[in-house]
């Protein structure tokens, strides 16, 4: 089964400084990955996903992931993060299969310091 | 287009009684899923549907759950009896195909007293 593993529950991260929040996953084969934004009271926004092809995936918002097969790796990075960018941040993986479903982690709350 | 449509957008109730949560996936859409969100154990996939037939219901976490979707537009989840460990924040989703962007509902938030 496949299993993902934010092992940051909160940073913070002071306005304009870069962010990187990691994901590990654990699944058999190549997945399709996927960095969700939630702001509070809010669903889930996609910000990028990964299925194949360039392992560096940009996304919306400047943010960008770099999928490492040999790490088993999904981090998420902004080189410059701003207020707005203050929410929780979810990794997903989903499975190459018929009616795949996506498992998520347990989410990365991020917190901007003026 | 309106986006994934969840009704009502905060629900109180006491212990025991039935809830139920609505959801109107995105038209054309055919998959639709049902989570739920807690501080304790994060976000959990409950059941999700393909064309209006469940595929895996397996997060549901007992039997007094259960989610229906009777057509394309329109789906389910009821609690009954509630209870008020399952007080969270339920989100349903609904996406075009396997490998697009899933769409998120804004959630209902249940307490259950």
């Known amino acids: 089964a496949q299993s993902v593993t934010q092992p940051d529950i909160h940073i913070t991260v002071s306005e304009g400084a870069s962010l990187e929040l990691r994901c590990n996953y654990s699944?058999?084969?190549?997945?399709?990955l996927f960095w969700y934004v939630q702001s509070p009271g809010q669903g889930l926004q996609l910000l990028l996903k990964?299925?194949?092809?360039?392992?560096l995936v940009q996304g919306i918002k400047g943010f960008e992931a770099e999928f490492k097969r040999s790490q088993s790796s999904f981090n998420l990075r902004k080189p410059s993060v701003h207020w707005s960018d203050a929410a929780e941040y979810f990794c997903?993986?989903?499975?190459?299969?018929?009616?795949?479903?996506?498992?998520f982690g347990g989410g990365t709350r991020v917190l901007v310091k003026p | 287009d309106a986006g994934v449509i969840q009704s009502p957008r905060h629900e109180v109730t006491e212990m025991g009684q039935e809830v139920t949560l609505r959801c109107k996936p995105i038209?054309?859409?055919?998959?639709l899923f049902w989570y739920r969100q807690t501080m304790m154990r994060g976000l959990e996939l409950l059941i999700y549907?393909?064309?209006?037939?469940?595929?895996?219901d397996s997060g549901m976490p007992e039997d007094r759950f259960s989610a229906k979707m009777p057509n394309a537009s329109f789906s389910t989840l009821k609690i009954q009896p509630s209870e008020p460990r399952d007080s969270a924040v339920y989100f349903c989703?609904?996406?075009?195909?396997?490998?697009?962007?899933?769409?998120f509902g804004s959630g209902t938030q249940l307490s259950v007293l």
């Open positions: 989703a609904s996406r075009t195909g396997l490998n697009e962007k899933l769409f």
């Open positions: 997903a993986v989903g499975a190459r299969a018929a009616g795949n479903k996506l498992t």
């Open positions: 990964y299925f194949s092809g360039d392992t």
């Open positions: 549907f393909n064309n209006n037939v469940p595929i895996d």
């Open positions: 699944y058999g084969a190549t997945p399709y």
């Open positions: 038209s054309g859409h055919n998959s």
